[in-house]
């Protein structure tokens, strides 16, 4: 398994972003390295603890380990939104190199302490890491962060927080919540530059279903390099399925009721890709 240094700066380097898709189990699996293989495009298999807690850390962990041997485009798995080291550990001993640790919540020095914290664990591991400073609102697995306590990223503290956890990524927080929106967001692009012109490392956009692709396409120009996507796969999936169920009352096989969700998610997973301008480049 790789971690995601060279894919992230690459992408950095060469004006695109890599896609971080959330997965849930074998069949969302196959669903995304079988449509980033097709447009020959890196790829980020994100798990939250929600994911890890449902399918198992090494459940998932050897079907990753499965795909990345199996097709020739760069395929990293993906600590999303951790917050427990014990976790972070368990899934550094069975191989994954590549950790998000949110200790956002937490006050701004703590949040360092925990993030240096985990740096120091993870690469004797040689596994890269990614922190978030400022607070995303919505939904993740259980975390629910109302819009008046979102926050967004400062950019003179960013510098700090760089230097002092000694992070691989930084998610910033510039008006893109976690699941859908009421209206379209409105992203902070003076901020985001702001910040990219005086953080080096690569910058992650999380939150990013329902944000209009204009949008996204902008922000990868002023330096995002890693888009997270979790929200607007899992609809497409379940509203075909269910359709399914209901038209096919009959059907009780998985291996055909299933297979409607999984085209119906290949196509958001493609666009995604587009919307990242990560095709081709492997
Ligand atoms: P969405 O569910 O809004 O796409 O957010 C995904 C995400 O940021 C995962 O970390």
């Known amino acids: 398994m790789i971690n995601s240094k060279e894919l992230l700066l690459h992408a950095q380097k060469n004006g695109y972003a890599v896609p971080a898709f959330n997965c849930h189990n074998l069949e969302t699996i196959q669903v995304i390295v079988e449509t980033a293989n097709e447009l020959r495009s890196p790829v980020i298999i994100a798990g939250t603890p929600g994911t890890f807690d449902y399918a198992g850390r090494d459940y998932i962990q050897s079907i990753v380990e499965t795909a990345a041997k199996k097709y020739n485009i760069p395929i990293v798995l993906h600590?999303?939104?951790?917050?427990?080291?014990?976790?972070?550990?368990?899934?550094?001993?069975?191989?994954?190199k590549s950790v998000m640790i949110d200790a956002s919540h937490h006050s701004y020095d703590e949040n360092i302490a925990i993030v240096k914290k985990v740096v120091e664990l993870a690469h004797k591991f040689d596994a890269t890491v990614e922190a978030e400073l400022g607070i995303l609102g919505g939904q993740e697995d259980d975390l629910v962060v109302n819009e008046k306590d979102s926050k967004y990223t400062n950019p003179q503290q960013a510098v700090d927080f760089v230097?002092?956890?000694?992070?691989?990524?930084?998610?910033?927080?510039?008006?893109?919540?976690?699941?859908?929106?009421?209206?379209?967001?409105?992203?902070?692009?003076?901020?985001?530059?702001?910040?990219?012109?005086?953080?080096?490392?690569?910058?992650v956009l999380h939150g990013?279903?329902?944000?209009?692709?204009?949008?996204?396409?902008?922000?990868?120009?002023?330096?995002?390099?890693?888009v997270n996507i979790a929200t607007e796969l899992k609809i497409p999936f379940s509203h075909k399925l269910r359709e399914y169920l209901v038209t096919h009352p009959e059907e009780n096989d998985p291996r055909k009721y299933m297979k409607d969700a999984k085209k119906a998610m290949a196509e958001v997973v493609k666009e995604k890709i587009l919307m990242c301008m990560s095709q081709n480049r492997y």
């Open 79 to 96: 600590l999303d939104h951790h917050t427990k080291i014990e976790d972070i550990e368990a899934s550094l001993k069975l191989g994954t």
């Open 163 to 203: 230097k002092k956890t000694g992070i691989d990524s930084l998610a910033v927080a510039i008006g893109t919540a976690h699941g859908l929106y009421k209206e379209d967001p409105k992203l902070d692009f003076e901020r985001l530059k702001e910040i990219r012109s005086l953080v080096t490392i690569p910058l």
């Open 208 to 226: 990013a279903s329902g944000v209009p692709e204009e949008a996204v396409k902008k922000a990868i120009s002023l330096g995002i390099t890693k």
